[in-house]
């Protein structure tokens, strides 16, 4: 069965701080590593990796992929309060199908 | 570019009724998804679409929820008879064909409580 982990379950820190948040996997016909952004609606894509070592980078949000030892890092830098949200990882394979962590709740106070 | 609409966003039912969930994806997406989310936890695929047939089905209750996408575009979620434990978001998503590499685009959400 396919599993996605996510680290650590919840987060609190302060505006200015940097977060590293960890998604590890174990899925069979691996193809893909998507974060996406839970505020309280739907989630909204971020990334999408799929090789290893090659940093995807968006403003203060980046993210890494390691397929050697099946995790991923989603790095946040000088967080904001807007920053506040659900951070989901999700792997997909070559059937086509998702599987998502259960998240990581990151709380950025002022 | 029109996203996935889904309704109604809200609805609370009594236990042992009946709701429907409608989803429209993004036009061209030939795969759609309804994935259950409890609080607190992650997306759990109920159904996977690839245009009308059936890709994925493994995790729905099958006594209880059904699903159709008849034209291979928009597609219901139905729970007939409701239970406590259904009161989640039922999200719809879509996502292009294989070549995309996965990216899957979410509706809004329907929200189910269940009394």
């Known amino acids: 069965e396919d599993k996605v982990v996510q680290s650590p379950l919840s987060l609190v820190v302060h505006e200015g701080d940097t977060v590293t948040l960890n998604c590890s996997y174990e899925v069979t016909n691996f193809r893909s590593l998507l974060w996406y952004k839970q505020e309280k609606k739907a989630p909204t894509f971020l990334f999408m990796l799929t090789s290893s070592g090659i940093e995807k980078k968006s403003g203060r949000l980046s993210s890494i992929l390691d397929k050697k030892e099946l995790f991923s890092i989603l790095n946040i830098t000088a967080t904001q309060t807007g920053d506040s949200a659900v951070y989901l990882c999700?792997?997909?394979?070559?059937?086509?199908?998702?599987?998502f962590g259960d998240g990581t709740t990151l709380t950025v106070k002022p | 570019e029109a996203g996935v609409a889904q309704s109604p966003r809200y609805k609370i039912i009594e236990k042992r009724q009946s709701v429907a969930f409608w989803c429209n994806p993004i036009?061209?997406?030939?795969?759609l998804y309804w994935y259950q989310q409890i609080l607190g936890q992650g997306p759990k695929l109920l159904i996977q679409?690839?245009?009308?047939?059936?890709?994925?089905d493994s995790q729905l209750p099958k006594d209880r929820f059904s699903a159709e996408r008849l034209k291979g575009v928009d597609s219901t979620l139905k729970i007939q008879p409701a239970k406590l434990e259904d009161s989640a978001v039922y999200l719809c998503a879509s996502s292009s064909p294989q070549g995309a590499g996965n990216t899957i685009y979410f509706g809004e959400g329907s929200w189910l409580t269940v009394v």
């Open positions: 036009s061209g997406h030939a795969t």
């Open positions: 999700a792997v997909g394979t070559n059937a086509g199908k998702s599987t």
């Open positions: 679409f690839q245009n009308n047939g059936v890709v994925d």
